[in-house]
């Protein structure tokens, strides 16, 4: 075996996504000797039944707005560590391109709660005419929409990227990550042994599950945690429109119609050396009973019928943009009761991270380094309760 891996490690976290990652980072960076272990993102023609992730993107909005005010706090957290920990792994993976919330017609509430959320969070927001959008973003809005602007610390995030920086902190400082998926997890006398896909074993006295929709897959039932299905579509555009795009920052775009609310992400440059703009619907999907369907989910292209709803609000949106191709992907949100993600014990030796709630990829670091402090040394030094995270 490898001798980094021949060792009780103090924590071995189990998934290395958003919130693997960062709480991995955070308790290396607490001293704990860590173990990280993540499945690659799967082919997805393999045919085999492996562990998706809600992560593997090119780009998730980053704001601190939020009608949410718990939430605000914890985007707002997480965000102010961006350029450390950019500057520490020296990989660059928030673009401060800003955000907008767009509500078509009256949404006095929803402004209301956006702004108090973000002044508790010591962020303005500036209130845009559909004329200043135009003039400040190069966006042509159909007449009586009204928007806030939320500049420095909004944007979005590469993903992908966020988890590289927190995985080179990692081992930098001292953890080590297996690219592999863990298969079986059993306690034999006073550690936990787990087993990966690929048949190494690994020992440690503590347990992070960071597993996001495919828990289930080691067969622990989160109480009350539920998947809910979730389709995107990514609409390609030429050279020409992204330049004509380039002052557009990602959107939320809510109307009196819940069909008509949308969220979207400005013009990104995919693996495939095109240029896409991303939508997605602001309603929750619908739930995915077991681990199985999950997985055939994610094997698909999503809900025709979501998809159509969302390639007619995108033409719709952009009055002169010619999109070149329009295609739909899976993706599922991994839902708590309260809303925010489980931070806590569910065994004595194994600890839950997990229901990203829709939510968490721009707060992951800040969640990350509250879950770390918490599993490893039982403090909560936050001004939002405990409970809102806890098992029950
Ligand atoms: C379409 C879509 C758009 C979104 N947009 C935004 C957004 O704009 N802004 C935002 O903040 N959030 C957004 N989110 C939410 C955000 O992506 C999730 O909250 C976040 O990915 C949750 O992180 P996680 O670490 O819990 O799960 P994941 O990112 O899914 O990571 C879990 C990881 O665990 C691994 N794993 C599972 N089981 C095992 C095992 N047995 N062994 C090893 N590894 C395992 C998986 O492979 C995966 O990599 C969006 C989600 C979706 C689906």
């Not at 960076?29 to 993107?57: F, I, N």
Request: glycine content about 8%; some cysteine.
């Amino acid at each position: 075996m490898n001798d980094d891996l021949d060792t009780c490690f103090d924590f071995a976290v189990v998934g290395n996504g958003l919130l693997g990652s960062s709480v991995a980072r955070s308790l290396s960076e607490l001293g704990a000797r860590t173990l990280v272990l993540g499945a690659g993102e799967p082919e997805s023609d393999s045919g085999e039944e492996q562990v998706y992730s809600s992560h593997a993107d090119e780009a998730r909005i980053t704001r601190v707005a939020d009608a949410d005010s718990v939430r605000a706090l914890l985007a707002a957290e997480a965000i102010a560590m961006y350029e450390d920990i950019q500057e520490r792994s020296g990989m660059t993976f928030f673009t401060p391109c800003g955000f907008l919330a767009i509500a078509e017609g009256s949404q006095s509430d929803w402004f209301d709660s956006l702004r108090n959320s973000a002044q508790n969070a010591d962020v303005r927001l500036v209130a845009k005419s559909g004329e200043d959008i135009e003039s400040d973003h190069s966006l042509r809005l159909r007449e009586s929409s009204m928007a806030l602007f939320e500049q420095d610390s909004a944007g979005y995030i590469h993903p992908r990227k966020l988890i590289e920086a927190n995985n080179s902190l990692t081992t930098s400082l001292g953890g080590v990550l297996l690219r592999e998926q863990v298969v079986t997890i059993s306690h034999v006398s006073g550690h936990s042994r787990l087993i990966t896909r690929e048949n190494k074993t690994v020992r440690a006295k503590k347990i992070v599950l960071a597993t996001g929709a495919f828990t289930e897959s080691l067969g622990i039932i989160p109480p009350n945690v539920v998947v809910r299905n979730n389709t995107y579509v990514l609409g390609r555009i030429g050279p020409d429109a992204a330049a004509s795009l380039k002052r557009l920052p990602s959107v939320i775009f809510r109307s009196s119609d819940p069909e008509g609310c949308f969220y979207l992400l400005p013009p990104v440059n995919y693996p495939d050396g095109n240029t896409y703009i991303k939508i997605g619907h602001s309603e929750v999907g619908q739930p995915i009973e077991n681990y199985h369907d999950i997985f055939s989910w994610f094997q698909g292209i999503g809900s025709e019928q979501v998809a159509q709803r969302l390639k007619e609000l995108l033409a719709n949106f952009f009055l002169d943009i010619d999109f070149l191709e329009l295609k739909s992907f899976p993706c599922v949100t991994t839902h708590t009761p309260s809303g925010y993600p489980y931070i806590d014990w569910w065994r004595e030796d194994c600890a839950l991270l997990l229901g990203g709630n829709g939510f968490c990829a721009k707060s992951c670091l800040g969640i990350g380094e509250i879950a770390a402090e918490f599993f490893a040394n039982g403090k909560w030094n936050k001004t939002y309760p405990r409970s809102l995270f806890s098992l029950d």
